[in-house]
């Protein structure tokens, strides 16, 4: 584990201990899906949750991943840490016949989950190949599902399902291309799982953030003028910051979003709301 890592380990351990009367999620069990590193929105998401009460389960994916995370999760006390495949039936089956095991309920899911060839993701959309497409769509939407559908079950009381998007999904953006297409379906996913799990309590809804410094958002060609261009540009000058997209999901996760489902819930400095940019910058 890096320095950076190891001091992302210590913040959440300490955000932990000093949860004290902000335990908004005390005797909540959540699963992370999506964590790469300590700059994950994921990861972001997961130091809220754990410092308000929530007991965390995380995924990773391959030995690579999985010496970043390992670190990270047990730094927040979590006992079930998981290599996982979203497109592999037997090791999502293996993952929630533990979670079945070891806590019998789920309240929470975070999926964090999108994945294109990036070769594809820079020339044009036309361009996109039937492989890659049938891919981006399959990981970056069926998986969100695929695992609210294994998460039913267990969600007994009632649960929270939390997936990422992007403005891409609504808008043309640059180089953005087929994952536009795949986070577009996400969203309406969203919408008909909320209607479907409504009646069992279950909402779920989507946290578009803006453009972000992480190792997903890096493998968008041009992601550096994206980056600025939000930032110079949003009603706010800023872009959402991963404790303003943490502090979005624990309100859906806890009682206070009990009355909010379908949604996708923007949290990039207000740039979705521009036509055009800023004068200034004209």
Known sequence: ??????????????????????????GKRGLIVGVANDHSIAWGIAKVLAAHGADLAFTYQG????????????????????????????????????????????????????????????????????????????????????????AEPLMTEGGSVVTLTYLGAQRVTPNYNVMGVAKAALESSVRYLANDLGPKGIRVNAISA???????????AGARKVYKTGETNAPLRTNGTLEAVGGTALWLASDYGACTTGEVIFVDGGFHVLGMPQGENL
């Open 210 to 220: 803006g453009p972000m410094r992480t190792l997903a958002g890096a493998a968008i």
């Open 1 to 26: 584990m890096s320095d950076r890592e190891a001091r992302a380990a210590e913040e959440a351990a300490a955000a932990g201990a000093a949860m004290g009367e902000r335990a908004l999620l005390k």
């Open 63 to 150: 030995e690579g991943f999985g010496k970043r995370v390992r670190p990270l999760a047990e730094s927040m006390g979590s006992e079930i840490v998981m290599p996982v495949d979203v497109t592999d039936a037997g090791s999502l089956d293996a993952l929630f016949a533990r979670i079945g095991e070891e806590w019998g309920r789920l309240d929470i899911l975070v999926h964090a989950i999108a994945y294109s060839d990036k070769a594809e993701l820079d020339g044009r959309f036309v361009d996109t190949s039937r492989a890659n497409f049938l891919t981006s769509l399959d990981i970056s939407c069926y998986s969100l599902v695929d695992l609210t559908r294994r």
